[in-house]
C-alpha cells in the first residue's frame, strides 16, 4: 500500500496509515475495502522496529565456517546478542556437545565472555564438522536445556526477541512445543527452503537435517503461533556472488591479521573446511542475519509455502505464509560484512 509521499514517512507513520486503512475496511465487511484491509492484515504489514531486542542464534557451526563467520559479525554488530543454541549436535563418535564447545571458544576470543551458550539437539555423528582439534581440552560441556535458556530470556526481557536461525528447525520447534507463549514474542529469520533447489529429489540442507522439525514451526505459522517467520531461501543465498575462498580478500585479510584470537581461529577453520571438504563457503548465514538485522541487503516478500513430506518447499496459496526471500543485494552486503569483520572496532546494531 502506498500513499503520496511515502518516501518521507517514518515505518511508525506508514504503519498508523495501514491499520486505519484496515480499521476502515472492518467497518464495510464484505467490500473491496474490507478485502483490501484484510489483506493486509495477513500480510503482516510494516514490519516492527526490532533494534536492541534480544538476539539468539541457532547454528551448527563447525562445519561450514559460514556458520562463524554470521556468529562473529552478530558478536560485533549485535550488542543484545543474548544467546546462541546449537542444533545437528555431535554425536557419538566425536561426543555430544562439541559444535557449543567451539561457540564458547569462538565467542570468548571475540570478547563475548556475556553470551550464553547452550548445547542443543543432536540427531547422531553428523557429516560436516571439522573444528576438532580447534576446541582446547579446558572448555568444559555446556548447559544443555534449551528450553530452560529461552524461558530465562522470555523472563529478563519484554516485547520481541529476533531468533536467527541458520541450522535444522529443531530448537525452534522445541521451543515452540514446550514454551508455546513463546511463539507470539519469536521473530524468526530462518536461512532454510528453496522454492528451485539444485536437487529437486530433496529438501533444502537446513529443512533436511530435520524434516519433522520444519513441519512443526511452518504449522505455528500457519496457525498464527508465531509472531513471525522469515524464510531467507537457498535460492538467494546459494551463489559465487558472496562465496569465500583462500584468493577472497578476507582470507587474506585474516593471514594478515591473525594478532587477535578470533582471527587466528576463523582462518584455521577456514583451512580446515577447505582441506575436508569444500575449496569455498557461501556467506548464506551472514545473508540471513543481515535480513535478522532488517537491513536492505535481502528482498522479502508475503508468499504462502507448503512442505511436502520430504520437507520440499513449494508456493501454495493453503500453505504457510512466511516473509520470503525473492532476491538479494550481494555488493554492498559484502561491502557490509567486510566493515563489520574487518574495523577494528565493535559496532552496534546499524541499519542502512
Known amino acids: 500500500m502506498s500513499y ?10 506508514l504503519r498508523e496509515r495501514e491499520n486505519s486503512l484496515i480499521a476502515l475496511g472492518d467497518m464495510f465487511p464484505g467490500t473491496t475495502l474490507h478485502k483490501l484491509g484484510d489483506k493486509l492484515r495477513q500480510s503482516g504489514g510494516w514490519p516492527e522496529i526490532l533494534r ?3 538476539m539468539v542464534i541457532d547454528t551448527d557451526i563447525g562445519g561450514d565456517p559460514d556458520d562463524a563467520i554470521a556468529l562473529a559479525a552478530a558478536a560485533r554488530a549485535v550488542p543484545s546478542l543474548s544467546l546462541v543454541l546449537t542444533n545437528d549436535e555431535t554425536g557419538p563418535g566425536i561426543g555430544y556437545g562439541a559444535r557449543s564447545r567451539f ?11 556475556d553470551v550464553k551458550v547452550v548445547a542443543g539437539h543432536s540427531s547422531g555423528d553428523t557429516k560436516y564438522f571439522c573444528v576438532e582439534q580447534l576446541i582446547p581440552d579446558s572448555i568444559p560441556p555446556q548447559p544443555s536445556d534449551v528450553v530452560a535458556a529461552v524461558r530465562h530470556l522470555l523472563q529478563a526481557s519484554d516485547g520481541p526477541i529476533r531468533w536467527v536461525g541458520i541450522g535444522a528447525f529443531s530448537n525452534l520447534a522445541n521451543v515452540l512445543r514446550e514454551i508455546p507463549e513463546a511463539g507470539q514474542r519469536l521473530q524468526v529469520t530462518q536461512m532454510g527452503g528453496a522454492l528451485n533447489y539444485r536437487d529437486p529429489s530433496r529438501a533444502e540442507h537446513n529443512v533436511r537435517m530435520d524434516v519433522p522439525s520444519a513441519h512443526e514451526v511452518f504449522a505455528a505459522q500457519k496457525e498464527r503461533r508465531l509472531r513471525r ?9 546459494f551463489t559465487g556472488k558472496i562465496e569465500i575462498t583462500r584468493e577472497s580478500p578476507f582470507y587474506n585479510f585474516l593471514r594478515e591479521n591473525q594478532e587477535t584470537y578470533w582471527t587466528a581461529l576463523l582462518l584455521q ?16 548465514d551472514p545473508l540471513t542475519l543481515s535480513a535478522a538485522l532488517q537491513m536492505a541487503f535481502v528482498d522479502l516478500d508475503p508468499t504462502n509455502i507448503e512442505l511436502d513430506a520430504a520437507g520440499r518447499t513449494t508456493a501454495d496459496e493453503n500453505g504457510a ?17 567486510s ?7 565493535f559496532r552496534t546494531d546499524i541499519r542502512r
Not at 503520496?4 to 507513520?13: A, G, M, R, T, V
Not at 577453520?269 to 548464506?284: A, E, K, M, N, S
Not at 566493515?339 to 572496532?345: A, H, I, M, N, W
Request: hydrophobic letters at 35%; a negative charge; charged letters at 25%.
Open 103 to 113: 561457540a564458547r571458544v569462538f565467542l570468548d576470543s571475540l570478547g563475548r565472555h
Open 321 to 337: 505464509q512466511v516473509w520470503m526471500s525473492i532476491s538479494a543485494d550481494y555488493e554492498p552486503f559484502n561491502e557490509w560484512l
Open 269 to 284: 577453520h577456514l583451512d580446515l573446511w577447505f582441506d575436508r571438504f569444500y575449496p569455498g563457503t557461501i556467506q548464506h
Open 339 to 345: 566493515e563489520v569483520l574487518t574495523s577494528k572496532d
Open 4 to 13: 503520496p509521499d511515502d518516501d518521507d514517512l517514518s515505518i511508525e507513520e
Open 229 to 237: 517467520l522469515n524464510l531467507v531461501t537457498s535460492d538467494v543465498t
Open 52 to 54: 536492541g531486542t534480544p
